[in-house]
């Protein structure tokens, strides 16, 4: 596995992938993150990724256009691909994701499956909430407020909806290139 390092609001973010297909975003957990052992630092093969990270906190992009190729169990995948269905500036809560994918019971697993997504950011878990406050972030809570706020949903608004919330109607003028 190929990987870069490189600097984002957020602190140093680790990319990772193979054959030019991302399979895994690491964001900072009160610490860079690291390379696995035997991985090859190739920043060359990642100037496509860290050009879309960097137009997105630069609020210049809504939506990532990069080959992904996250690794995990069946259903995972189900809720990862589902997760990259929620808009720029939108949440859903974590009971509408499971009825979306067609198990209106496994909000719980949905929430596993988020708290496993090897690729943050890029399959927006930090779009799904709780119905009674913003839920669980695996880089913390700090990041997931950050980046809510970045895509113009508040905090407090994340933590009171029932399906979508859509951002504010300035930051829906917004385009991407």
Same mark, same amino acid.
């Given at each position: 596995m190929e990987y870069v390092l490189f600097s984002s #609001?957020?602190? &140093?973010?680790?990319?990772?992938?193979?054959?030019n297909v991302l399979r895994e975003l690491r964001l900072p957990q009160g610490k860079p993150p690291q390379p696995d052992p035997g991985w090859i630092e190739n920043p060359a093969g990642f100037v496509e990724g860290v050009r879309q990270i960097g137009e997105y906190f630069a609020g210049k992009r809504r939506a990532f256009q990069l080959p992904l190729a996250p690794q995990g169990t069946p259903f995972q995948r189900q809720v990862w691909q589902e997760l990259s269905r929620i808009p720029h500036g939108q949440t859903m809560t974590y009971?509408?994701?499971?009825?979306?994918?067609?198990?209106?019971? *496994?909000?719980? *697993?949905?929430?596993g499956a988020n708290g496993a997504n090897?690729? #943050?950011l890029l399959i927006p878990c930090h779009r799904v909430v709780a119905g009674?406050?913003?839920?669980?972030?695996?880089?913390?809570?700090?990041?997931?407020?950050?980046?809510?706020?970045?895509?113009?949903?508040? #905090?407090?608004? *994340?933590?009171?909806?029932?399906?979508?919330?859509?951002?504010?109607?300035?930051?829906?003028? &917004? &385009?991407?290139?």
């Amino acid at each position: 596995m190929e990987y870069v390092l490189f600097s984002s #609001p957020l602190g &140093t973010l680790l990319l990772a992938g193979e054959n030019n297909v991302l399979r895994e975003l690491r964001l900072p957990q009160g610490k860079p993150p690291q390379p696995d052992p035997g991985w090859i630092e190739n920043p060359a093969g990642f100037v496509e990724g860290v050009r879309q990270i960097g137009e997105y906190f630069a609020g210049k992009r809504r939506a990532f256009q990069l080959p992904l190729a996250p690794q995990g169990t069946p259903f995972q995948r189900q809720v990862w691909q589902e997760l990259s269905r929620i808009p720029h500036g939108q949440t859903m809560t974590y009971g509408a994701l499971a009825a979306r994918i067609g198990q209106p019971s *496994a909000a719980r *697993a949905v929430g596993g499956a988020n708290g496993a997504n090897p690729l #943050p950011l890029l399959i927006p878990c930090h779009r799904v909430v709780a119905g009674n406050g913003l839920g669980g972030y695996s880089s913390g809570l700090e990041i997931k407020r950050f980046l809510l706020n970045l895509e113009g949903i508040l #905090p407090e608004d *994340a933590g009171r909806v029932d399906g979508c919330l859509p951002a504010p109607s300035d930051l829906l003028a &917004t &385009t991407s290139p």
